[in-house]
């Protein structure tokens, strides 16, 4: 069977023109903004305007990473965001 590999393996998954991570967060707040709508729909299309830009400017994995921060992850074998000392 015949698979097709990208071009360049380093690049992250890209879809349109939001790489995989912002492609969820804008499914997730378009859904959100067209179930609540009103002027609180349209704040929270107007957060994600201002989102995207300044994701861009952070190192690829920001977001799983400050999900671990907030407690809201969890990656396997890595110590807790709130464990201060760390023993091997």
């Given amino acids: 069977m ?3 590999l990208p071009q360049f393996l380093h690049r992250p998954v890209q879809i ?3 790489d995989s991570q912002e492609f969820i967060v804008v499914m997730s707040v378009i859904f959100v903004a067209v179930i609540v709508g ?4 349209w704040s929270l ?3 994600l305007l ?3 830009p300044w994701k861009r400017t952070k190192p690829r994995g920001f977001i799983p ?3 671990w921060r907030w407690g809201l992850a969890r ?3 890595y110590p807790g965001p709130t464990q201060t000392r760390f023993f091997e």
Avoid: C, K, P, S
């Fill in 50 to 52: 201002l989102f995207i």
């Fill in 38 to 41: 009103g002027i609180i729909g």
């Fill in 65 to 67: 990473h400050v999900a």
């Fill in 75 to 77: 990656f396997r074998n």
């Fill in 45 to 47: 299309l107007g957060a």
């Fill in 2 to 4: 015949d698979e097709r």
């Fill in 16 to 18: 349109l023109w939001f």
